[in-house]
């Protein structure tokens, strides 16, 4: 096998034009020879037969050059796989999505879609790193399992929606217990969750939830990053559009609700954990987020495997280098010598 077989096309090409290169300096050294002498003379006048020497030197170059051809093709055998690694940590990523991450209160924005720009956007600053996605509400789900392909990761992040869980509400301890899951599951060193909520948990049973969740975190190493999405002034939360396409907004006892971040436990998590809290009022926060996994501690872990082949260039290099060393070496003159006298030739 050849990885550019459209190279032999040099060896093709310059094996046509030896071939008819050494008919015509055949032919012309043996016009020469007659013109200079009969065969016989020849022979009794350089005193030994006419010597081979010019054409094995003209072969040993024009078999250096073609196997120079052979190389430039990259000729290729024995196959091996071979384990590749990297440096880098497992992220999980517990985005919320609640009914009021629809409230429009970042510049006329839903508070969802700014976090899924926000992540998109954190997966640019990420580099070897394997990266889930779980979503929750009332109820929590693993949307993408660890992965190292980014763009498997944004397509099921495109997906996340509040009709993905029919339990509504912001239960985000079992967000976090539901990501320390996953990193059960791998032998990672370097594990890290980052978390996107408005926050608005009003749930009090959670509380005491929280506190054990956050001992198992800081138990097992796992830093949580917080980012709060939405305003603290809040906003109503849209849930469908009338027949003249006006927005419907969500009510309680016929009373417009009115969501509004909340980022107290958001900043309780990350301190406790060692992590760090944004917030998110614009694609900015997303850098911000980035730049401090930068300096998270990353470990050496499998990328998977990859398929090689040998090359074997270098050989027919060798053998051609050597050719053109014994080629330089080899004189084309035959050295004269004196026949000695010896006194039984005088009698």
């Keep these: 096998m050849f990885k550019t077989p459209e190279n032999l096309l040099i060896l093709l090409v310059a094996a046509i034009w030896t071939t008819f290169l050494l008919r015509r300096l055949a032919a012309d050294l043996r016009e020469r020879r007659e013109r200079f002498a009969a065969l016989h003379m020849l022979e009794r006048i350089v005193g030994h037969k006419p010597t081979r020497r ?13 196997l ?5 093709a990259r000729p290729t055998g024995g196959y091996s796989e071979e384990t590749l690694t990297g440096q880098g940590l497992d992220l999980v990523v517990a985005l919320d999505v609640s009914l009021s991450m629809r409230a429009l209160d970042i510049d006329g924005n839903a508070r969802l879609d700014v976090a899924k720009g926000l992540i998109s956007r954190l997966m640019n600053g990420l580099r070897n790193d394997r990266v889930g996605l779980v979503v929750f509400a009332g109820d929590t789900m693993v949307q993408a399992p660890l ?6 990761f944004l397509t099921f992040l495109e997906r996340a929606d509040p009709e993905l869980l029919t339990k509504q509400g912001t239960n985000i301890p079992g967000a976090i217990e539901t990501c320390i899951d996953r990193f059960d599951q791998t032998a990672s060193q370097s594990k890290v969750i980052v978390l996107v909520s408005d926050g608005e948990d009003k749930d009090d049973k959670h509380d005491k939830r929280m506190n054990k969740v956050l001992e198992e975190a800081r138990r097992k190493n796992i830093v949580i990053f917080t980012v709060g999405v ?7 939360i849209p849930v469908s559009r009338d027949m003249w396409g006006e927005l419907r907004y969500l009510t309680w006892k016929g009373e417009t609700v009115i969501s509004k971040m909340d980022d107290s436990i958001l900043r309780r998590i990350a301190k406790e954990t060692g992590g760090a ?14 730049g401090s996994l930068e300096g998270l501690k990353r470990v050496s872990m499998p990328r998977g495997t990859r ?12 053998v051609a280098f050597l050719l053109l060393l014994v080629e330089w070496m080899i004189s084309e003159r035959i050295p004269f010598e004196r026949e000695k006298d010896h006194w039984l030739k005088r009698l």
């Design 277 to 290: 809290y944004f917030r998110a009022a614009d694609g900015k926060s997303a850098m911000e987020v980035a």
């Design 54 to 66: 010019p054409v094995l030197k003209w072969l040993m170059i024009v078999i250096a050059l073609g």
């Design 307 to 318: 398929t090689s082949a040998r090359e074997l260039f270098p050989w027919p290099v060798l």
């Design 230 to 236: 939405g305003s603290k002034e809040g906003a109503p």
């Design 68 to 72: 120079a051809c052979l190389a430039a």
């Design 147 to 152: 992965t190292n392909d980014k763009n498997t």
